[in-house]
């Protein structure tokens, strides 16, 4: 029986790549000149530290250009409110999507039975295996996910016949 599974992961390596362009470009810009701007990434959370709130925006603006850039979605964080640091500057977490949360596997679940799909869908863990007769109605699944609006990227792998 044909299956697929929906994931949602994010490459930390990537991730790593796109924060070290951020701060090449932060020493490199006129703006951010004698500013003490940092980014720092500790297992699925990114602390951007600012000197003010706008150079904070423009931190956040510049993550999230870069990881664009290295094919990732920007989906992929979850950007907590700014808070007030040390001294002057700002601190802004954010969290990297890992997995698929239970409301939103159910939301996708929910979508893909209420469109009369032939599949069948079950939860496993932090991901979705769906499976059906036929290639065509995992592709039309495939097709219902992508239209959805969600939160968070979708991946779609392990195709297997």
Do not use: W, Y
């Not at 029986?1 to 994010?10: A, G, L, N, Q, Y």
């Not at 706008?54 to 999230?64: A, C, G, I, P, W």
């Not at 939103?104 to 039975?113: G, H, M, N, V």
Request: glycine fraction near 4%; proline fraction near 2%.
């Amino acid at each position: 029986m044909p299956s697929f599974d929906i994931v949602s992961k994010t490459d930390l390596m990537e991730v790593d790549n796109a924060i070290n362009n951020v701060l090449r470009e932060v020493k490199t810009r006129f703006d951010f000149k004698g500013s003490k701007c940092s980014l720092e990434r500790t297992k699925d959370t990114i602390t951007l530290i600012a000197d003010d709130d706008l150079k904070l925006r423009q931190l956040v603006e510049l993550l999230k250009v870069n990881i664009n850039r290295r094919n990732l979605d920007h989906r992929c964080l979850d950007l907590k409110p700014a808070e007030r640091a040390t001294g002057e500057s700002m601190r802004q977490i954010a969290v990297i999507k890992q997995g698929i949360s239970n409301e939103i596997a159910k939301d996708i679940s929910k979508e893909i039975r209420n469109s009369k799909i032939k599949v069948q869908v079950s939860i496993q863990g932090d991901e979705l295996r769906i499976s059906g007769k036929k290639r065509d109605d995992l592709q039309q699944a495939i097709a219902l996910a992508k239209k959805l609006e969600l939160d968070q990227p979708l991946q779609f792998v392990n195709m297997r016949d």
